[in-house]
């Protein structure tokens, strides 16, 4: 595919980048597929999966009490806790706003950890990582932004989003339909945004504008992207999905690259 070669030629010292089609199968690939990257908050997204998981497995429930008083494990997956950004303090009561927060899912993994008595991150190597392959994936630092991982073992991952074998396809539904719906916020990033949808642990593309997929990106689009230059999609509509990864911080470079690169994708796969 002529629009994953273009990889190449973005402006990081390395990248990756794969094509994920129906069934798993790797449509394009571009770059170091086994070479390491900091996913940065693309992490969340294992974080959330691991966090489905314990639910189904009924370690823990979505109501259940979790983070600053009225909060729940649901608040803190949907980034509606009241939690600061980086800080264990409540800057809001919970279902009020959407306050991306890294520490309310420091707060999250720490629930899961105490309700599975399993440490999160050995939790989250054996519900989500081993499963799956995930043999370069690790957990080196916080639940919300310490993932590291291959572009290799970040395809396995999307195929799993595309048909899941670990969850039940009524949680994944549930996890990329909008959670406290109609709540504004900052889009990280991209800046305000009046409706702020975001699911379990999944950003969900809807109308948002502006955004790090591309404008031919279906509104169900959902997944996440990381301060490290990472991002992670899933086309639902058009039952396509796409990993990239590079060294470079996520900065005014990415904003003008990734859409137009999502879309060149689309239009080759349609």
Same mark, same amino acid.
């Given at each position: 595919?002529?629009?994953?070669?273009?990889?190449?030629?973005?402006?990081?010292?390395?990248?990756?980048?794969?094509?994920?089609?129906?069934?798993?199968?790797?449509?394009?690939?571009? =770059?170091?597929?086994?070479?390491?990257?900091?996913?940065?908050?693309?992490?969340?997204?294992?974080?959330?999966?691991?966090?489905?998981?314990?639910?189904?497995?009924?370690?823990?429930?979505?109501?259940?009490?979790? =983070?600053?008083?009225?909060?729940?494990?649901?608040?803190?997956?949907?980034?509606?806790?009241?939690?600061?950004?980086?800080?264990?303090?409540?800057?809001?009561?919970? =279902?009020?706003?959407?306050?991306?927060?890294?520490?309310?899912?420091?707060?999250?993994?720490?629930?899961?950890?105490?309700?599975?008595?399993?440490?999160?991150?050995?939790?989250?190597?054996?519900?989500?990582?081993?499963?799956?392959?995930?043999?370069?994936?690790?957990?080196?630092?916080?639940?919300?932004?310490?993932?590291?991982?291959?572009?290799?073992?970040?395809?396995?991952?999307?195929?799993?989003?595309?048909?899941?074998?670990?969850?039940?396809?009524?949680?994944?539904?549930?996890?990329?339909?909008?959670?406290?719906?109609?709540?504004?916020?900052?889009?990280?990033?991209?800046?305000?945004?009046?409706?702020?949808?975001?699911?379990?642990?999944?950003?969900?593309?809807?109308?948002?504008?502006?955004?790090?997929?591309?404008?031919?990106?279906?509104?169900?689009?959902? =997944?996440?992207?990381?301060?490290?230059?990472?991002?992670?999609?899933?086309?639902?509509?058009?039952?396509?999905?796409?990993?990239?990864?590079?060294?470079?911080?996520?900065?005014?470079?990415?904003?003008?690259?990734?859409?137009?690169?999502?879309?060149?994708?689309?239009?080759?796969?349609?």
């Amino acid at each position: 595919m002529e629009s994953v070669r273009a990889v190449a030629d973005w402006p990081v010292d390395h990248a990756a980048a794969a094509v994920v089609g129906s069934g798993g199968a790797v449509l394009a690939a571009e =770059g170091p597929g086994t070479r390491e990257f900091r996913l940065a908050s693309v992490t969340k997204l294992l974080t959330a999966y691991a966090t489905l998981i314990a639910v189904e497995e009924g370690a823990v429930e979505w109501d259940h009490p979790a =983070g600053p008083e009225g909060s729940t494990v649901r608040h803190l997956i949907a980034h509606t806790s009241g939690l600061a950004f980086d800080e264990h303090k409540a800057v809001a009561q919970p =279902g009020t706003r959407r306050l991306y927060s890294n520490a309310g899912f420091e707060v999250l993994a720490d629930t899961v950890h105490e309700a599975s008595g399993i440490p999160f991150a050995e939790y989250l190597t054996e519900a989500v990582l081993e499963p799956l392959g995930m043999t370069s994936s690790r957990l080196a630092g916080t639940a919300g932004a310490g993932a590291v991982s291959t572009c290799d073992d970040l395809v396995l991952f999307a195929a799993e989003l595309l048909s899941p074998t670990l969850v039940s396809p009524q949680t994944l539904t549930e996890a990329v339909t909008v959670a406290f719906p109609g709540l504004a916020g900052v889009l990280p990033g991209f800046g305000y945004q009046k409706e702020n949808d975001w699911g379990l642990g999944f950003e969900l593309r809807d109308h948002k504008s502006p955004h790090w997929t591309g404008k031919n990106s279906s509104p169900r689009t959902f =997944g996440h992207f990381g301060q490290s230059g990472t991002f992670l999609w899933v086309d639902p509509e058009a039952r396509v999905a796409c990993a990239a990864l590079s060294d470079r911080a996520f900065g005014q470079w990415a904003m003008d690259t990734w859409p137009a690169f999502t879309d060149a994708v689309l239009a080759e796969v349609a």
